[in-house]
T-cell receptor, first 115, second 108 residues
């Protein structure tokens, strides 16, 4: 099976702009989670989508949003970008066949630089 | 607050020596715990989870509820073990909380 893919891989934006990142999960996986990775804070959970519904949310401001489509592909959007939003954004998918936490399969990430 | 702590940012070990990567968590319930690994130029991937009680690539980890720890161990380090290691937990819900990671370097 093809792995999790993320586009674009690299992105440069300026403060105040907005950005949309895309994630295609492994075929058959219905859950997509997003994480922000920075040198200072490490990996932080943003949100999880399952069957087009947000199931869990981390402690990020409302400028961070996401959605999931019927084919399980997901997008996350960051509006009014701030310098501190510069990070590697990771997407992970899992089958979500059980009620507990399943193995998450990570994509390569999108590296966002805000100038 | 529910937290995963990895006290060592960097750890260097000689090839053939034992390895122990420390992980502590703060949670009063029964968490599910995981170790994820990221090798150079590769994606973050699951190494092992405590519920499976298995050994992967010679690594094992035991959940110690008394000490709230989930240390990762390997008796004899190999050069290919050099990587970034993350401990993670779900803390009774369905989202993962990661530690800040430990960069393990195996000295030949």
């Amino acid at each position: 099976k093809a792995g999790v893919t993320q586009t674009p891989r690299y992105l440069i934006k300026t403060r105040g702009q907005q950005v949309t990142l895309s994630c295609s999960p492994i075929s058959g996986h219905r859950s997509v989670s997003w994480y922000q990775q920075t040198p200072g804070q490490g990996l932080q959970f943003l949100f999880e989508y399952f069957s087009e519904t947000q199931r869990n949310k981390g402690n990020f401001p409302g400028r961070f949003s996401g959605r999931q489509f019927s084919n399980s592909r997901s997008e996350m959007n960051v509006s009014t970008l701030e310098l501190g939003d510069s990070a590697l954004y990771l997407c992970a998918s899992s089958p979500r066949t059980s009620g507990g936490v399943e193995t998450q399969y990570f994509g390569p990430g999108t590296r966002l630089l805000v100038l | 607050a529910q937290r995963v702590t990895q006290p060592e940012k960097l750890l260097s070990v000689f090839k053939g020596a034992p390895v122990e990567l420390k992980c502590n968590y703060s949670y009063s319930g029964s968490p599910e715990l995981f170790w994820y690994v990221q090798y150079s130029r590769q994606r973050l991937q699951l190494l092992l989870r405590h519920i499976s009680r298995e050994s992967i690539k010679g690594f094992t980890a035991d959940l110690n509820k008394g000490e709230t720890s989930f240390h990762l161990k390997k008796p004899f380090a190999q050069e290919e073990d050099s990587a970034m290691y993350y401990c993670a937990s779900n803390f009774g819900n369905e989202k993962l909380t990661f530690g800040t990671g430990t960069r393990l370097t195996i000295i030949p």
